[in-house]
């Protein structure tokens, strides 16, 4: 079994400031995680992923999360926030005993006033 | 490279007809994923298909089901419509068969269902 839990479904940050993201997972296997962005009347598109390997993981637009076991997170973040960034991300999760099906957490809705 | 092409974008449907939905994956995908995306209830997982068969199926009712064609596209049918089956239907393809996703899951644009 697995499952996500995004803490917080609106963020609003300025301009400019650090962008965190809070995902927490459950999975009885050793998960895979993901971040998707979805803008309005969109698809969703990759951010990241993490898999195996380095824990620390950067994606596109200057995204980064971190996979934390002891802490079962996988919390994103962005050092400084722009405008473009406002948009919906869901964290999702799945391991190798749950084939392609992605579990995903509620979404947050990120703000970025100016 | 192509990405998932989803048809059609937009689709109104009266309350007891039924809908057909397509999904071309990336040329050389061979698994497909569809999901239901609506504001209560979130992203969830419909069914996956995988070189012609179906290898996983959310808890949804009989009323959703579909199918692989040899070219690896998919369609989704959903039969006698309800006004909560109004929703954004996302599919997503990947080339895996199971093990370390890599290559991760690319999603389409999706396509708005609207059931009135």
């Known amino acids: 079994a697995q499952s996500v839990t995004q803490l917080g479904s609106h963020v609003s940050v300025s301009e400019g400031a650090l962008v965190l993201l809070r995902c927490n997972y459950s999975s009885s296997v050793p998960p895979y995680l993901f971040w998707y962005v979805q803008y309005p009347n969109q698809g969703l598109q990759l951010l990241l992923k993490y898999t195996t390997g380095a824990t620390l993981v950067k994606g596109i637009n200057g995204f980064e999360a971190e996979f934390k076991k002891s802490e079962t997170s996988f919390h994103l973040t962005k050092p400084s926030a722009h405008m473009s960034d406002a948009a919906e991300y869901f964290c999702a999760v799945t391991n190798n005993n749950a084939g392609n099906m992605l579990t995903f957490g509620g979404g947050t809705r990120l703000m970025v006033k100016p | 490279k192509a990405g998932v092409t989803q048809t059609p974008r937009y689709l109104i449907k009266t309350r007891g007809q039924q809908v057909t939905l397509s999904c071309s994956p990336i040329?050389?995908?061979?698994?497909v994923s569809w999901y239901q995306q609506t504001p209560g209830q979130g992203l969830q997982f419909l069914f996956e298909y995988f070189s012609e068969t179906q290898r996983n199926k959310g808890n949804f009712p009989g009323r959703f089901s579909g199918r692989q064609f040899s070219n690896s596209r998919s369609e989704m049918n959903v039969s006698t419509l309800e006004l909560g089956d109004s929703a954004l239907y996302l599919c997503?393809?990947?080339?895996?068969?199971?093990?370390?996703?890599?290559?991760?899951?690319?999603f389409g644009s999706g396509t708005r269902l609207t059931v009135v």
């Open positions: 997503a393809s990947s080339p895996r068969a199971t093990g370390n996703p890599v290559l991760g899951y690319t």
């Open positions: 040329s050389g995908h061979r698994s």
